[in-house]
């Protein structure tokens, strides 16, 4: 299917994110049965990931929710671009749609489908699904080895920067227009100064300035245009 051929390079990227992830839920004092439960349930390598410290500092339960909703409130930008795709499904099937939708899907569906002037079609439907099943069974394969393999791999080993360059090398070629650059650029220096917010606001922060700053950039860009 062709939405798991533009999907399958990303999925190396991400299958290393949740290996590192499975590590990390083993490292943070999680039993095996507690990492099983996390992986499968939550399916959100960035939200795991800032629940671990709190966890293990046993912070109040309020906050770890808390600090989850806020780390993935991109989501509901995604839903919101998704849902003229979707809308015409059932909930139960929206829900499932949801609950396997991650970044990388949603920035391939949009590469491919974001200017279609038909929407809601069932080839849609099957690209997309071509592409977040095939991801959620990697993630949880390597996210589970991560776990029962945790004890094996060296504190020295760097997993997690081999993720974030293997993610850059797959997302950069993606950058078409002189919004999306822009859109990369504001996201990226948002996210890195916002290192020093609490509860990861710096991720929201980086994505709402890179949407806005695209948007801008896209907008200018035509009234230039228009104006020539």
């Not at 390598?45 to 293990?56: D, K, N, R």
């Not at 993630?139 to 589970?144: C, D, G, I, K, L």
């Not at 850059?168 to 227009?177: G, N």
């Not at 300035?209 to 230039?224: C, D, I, P």
Request: charged residues 10%.
């Amino acid at each position: 299917m062709l939405g798991l051929k533009h999907v399958l390079p990303a999925l190396v990227a991400t299958s290393i994110w949740g290996f590192v992830t499975g590590i990390a839920m083993l490292k943070s004092g999680l039993t095996e049965l507690q990492a099983l439960l996390m992986t499968f349930l939550v399916y959100a390598g960035s939200a795991q990931l800032t629940a671990l410290p709190l966890l293990e500092a046993q912070a109040p339960l309020w906050l770890i929710f808390l600090a989850g909703f806020v780390v993935n409130i991109r989501f509901i930008i995604f839903s919101a671009a998704l849902q003229p795709f979707f809308r015409h499904y059932r909930w139960p099937g929206r829900f499932g749609l949801g609950y396997l939708t991650s970044d990388i899907a949603f920035v391939l569906f949009m590469s491919h489908y974001g200017e279609a002037k038909k929407r809601g079609t069932q080839d849609q439907l099957w690209y997309f699904l071509g592409m977040i099943i095939p991801g959620w069974l990697s993630w949880q394969f390597f996210s589970v080895a991560g776990i029962y393999f945790a004890g094996l791999v060296p504190a020295s080993w760097s997993l997690e920067y081999a993720a974030i360059l293997a993610l850059m090398a797959i997302l950069v070629p993606l950058v078409s227009s002189r919004g999306l650059f822009v859109c990369l650029v504001v996201a990226g220096a948002v996210a890195w100064i916002g290192q020093l917010l609490p509860l990861r606001l710096g991720l929201v922060a980086a994505v709402f300035g890179g949407m806005v700053a695209g948007v801008a950039a896209e907008q200018l860009y035509k009234s230039r245009k228009g104006v020539q």
